[in-house]
């Protein structure tokens, strides 16, 4: 049994992670209160008053213990300034974390623990040369948001070595599914489900042509609960990153073609010129090679995945 503290459990993928623990035999929820982002000097004295409480559930039953780290306010377009503060904000958890670990270290010895940091495969592989990508191509971050999520996993892994733990970087295509922030630029099939049902059309300021891979939330949070169940299989401690995506892409004209085909309507789109077109890649096809036999699985057709969001996007929009 693994006890998990999902942070940014409010989130798409962090409402996914905490369903699916729900009802997973083999994992165990961490109740914990939303942490205080917008409060710097209470930052730190939360996450180890819940790094405590992480420790002592895991003690207890005699579990192991994970940090999955769902959250995040940044995307492609986000000025620098921000992107500096939400990797403060990362270090600033992990270090009152550690230091929690330190503590119980010095008079027993703690559960065993490992880590989860949800990265961006579009992100990270935004200028790389020769897709499809997989854990072997080299980096080439075209946007600050890239940039920052390869540091931020340069962050977690040290934090992990420094105390012993593994950690896991899950670099992740793009996600979808119902629970999306319609108020967030990201996630164009949200984006695309809310503009069916409005007066203003969905922006594409990218071409059609665009290539990307797109994953249902609920696979990946299964998805994750698995590789964090490997890892710990595994002899340790170990910093290992992996891609998770679908491993089918689609270009954009061939999802509008999803949308027509649902709504039985044009897809209501208007398409224009962007400046921040130029941070996205053209063709981000993926590909893990990484632990291959956790990718051997059922994962929900695109269409299918579409259908739901566009159900639970209408919803929101009558309620």
């Not at 679908?246 to 010129?273: C, D, N, R, W, Y």
């Amino acid at each position: 049994m693994t006890v998990a503290w999902v942070i940014g459990a409010s989130g798409l993928l962090g409402s996914a992670l905490t369903a699916t623990i729900a009802r997973h035999p083999n994992w165990e929820l961490l109740p914990s209160a939303p942490l205080p982002w917008d409060d710097p000097s209470a930052l730190p004295i939360s996450s180890a008053a819940i790094m405590r409480e992480l420790l002592n559930a895991a003690s207890i039953a005699d579990d192991d213990w994970a940090i999955i780290w769902a959250g995040g306010a940044g995307v492609t377009s986000t000025p620098q300034t921000d992107l500096d503060r939400e990797l403060g904000q990362l270090r600033a958890i992990f270090d009152a974390a550690g230091k929690v670990i330190e503590s119980v270290s010095s008079t027993a010895t703690p559960p065993r623990g490992s880590i989860f940091y949800s990265s961006s495969a579009g992100g990270i592989y935004g200028g790389s040369l020769a897709p499809p990508f997989s854990e072997d191509t080299t980096p080439a971050p075209i946007s600050p948001y890239g940039r920052f999520k390869l540091d931020a996993e340069a962050a977690v892994a040290a934090f992990a070595s420094a105390h012993a733990l593994s950690s896991l970087a899950g670099r992740i295509a793009n996600l979808y599914g119902p629970g999306q922030k319609l108020g967030k630029m990201q996630g164009l099939i949200s984006h695309l489900a809310k503009a069916q049902y409005s007066p203003a059309p969905a922006s594409i300021f990218v071409s059609l042509d665009t290539v990307r891979d797109y994953i249902y939330v609920d696979d990946c949070a299964e998805l994750i609960l698995d590789s964090l169940d490997y890892l710990r299989s595994l002899t340790g401690p170990i910093q290992q990153m992996k891609i998770l995506a679908s491993g089918q892409a689609v270009t954009i004209g061939e999802l509008l073609g999803h949308f027509h085909a649902l709504a039985k309507a044009k897809p209501h789109v208007m398409l224009g010129q962007s400046a921040a077109a130029s941070l996205q890649g053209l063709d981000l096809r993926l590909h893990s090679t990484v632990w291959t036999h956790l990718d051997s699985r059922t994962l929900t057709p695109l269409p299918v995945g579409i259908d739901r969001t566009m159900r639970a996007v209408l919803m929101e929009l009558v309620s």
